[in-house]
C-alpha cells in the first residue's frame, strides 16, 4: 500500500480508525526527511494492514502546530484511534521495524484502561 497524504481535514478521521495508522510528518526541504522517505515508503509495502500516511508540515501549519510539532522529521503511531508512539528523527529500516512489531503486539485493552485512568487522574 503506497502513503496517503492528509490534510487537516481528513487527519482526525484517519487516525481515529480501528487498526494502526502511522503518520509522517516532513517537509520538502527537511533533508532527513527525504532520507526517511524512502524507508517509510518500502514498510508500507512490507505492512499492506497499516495505513501510512505523511502530513507536509508546510502545507499543513495549522495541524502541525496543533499537534505540537517541533521536529521533523516526527513519526506518530496511532492505534485504534490512540496514539501510542511519538517521536522526533529519521528512523532506520530496522528501528521503524521494531516500531511497528512494538505497536502491533500492544495489549489495548489495557492501553485503553491506562488511558482512562489518565483522564480521570
Given at each position: 500500500m503506497a502513503t496517503i497524504d492528509l490534510t487537516?481535514?481528513?487527519f482526525e478521521q484517519t487516525v481515529k480508525?480501528?487498526?494502526?495508522?502511522?503518520?509522517d510528518f516532513w517537509a520538502e526541504w527537511c533533508g532527513p526527511c527525504r532520507n526517511f522517505a524512502p524507508v517509510f515508503e518500502q514498510a508500507s509495502e512490507d505492512h499492506p494492514e497499516i495505513?501510512?500516511?505523511?502530513?507536509?508540515?508546510?502545507?499543513?501549519?495549522?495541524l502541525s502546530g496543533a499537534l505540537q510539532i517541533s521536529s521533523i522529521p516526527t513519526l506518530m503511531a496511532f492505534r485504534d484511534g490512540i496514539l501510542v508512539?511519538?517521536?522526533?528523527?529519521?528512523?532506520?529500516?530496522p528501528a521503524l521495524k521494531q516500531v511497528i512489531d512494538a505497536v502491533e503486539?500492544?495489549?489495548?485493552?489495557?492501553?485503553?484502561?491506562?488511558?482512562?485512568?489518565?483522564?480521570q487522574g
Open positions: 487537516v481535514a481528513d480508525q480501528d487498526g494502526i495508522v502511522l503518520v495505513t501510512f500516511a505523511k502530513v507536509d508540515t508546510d502545507a499543513e501549519r495549522e508512539f511519538s517521536q522526533p528523527g529519521a528512523l532506520p529500516a503486539a500492544l495489549d489495548m485493552d489495557e492501553v485503553r484502561e491506562k488511558v482512562q485512568a489518565q483522564s
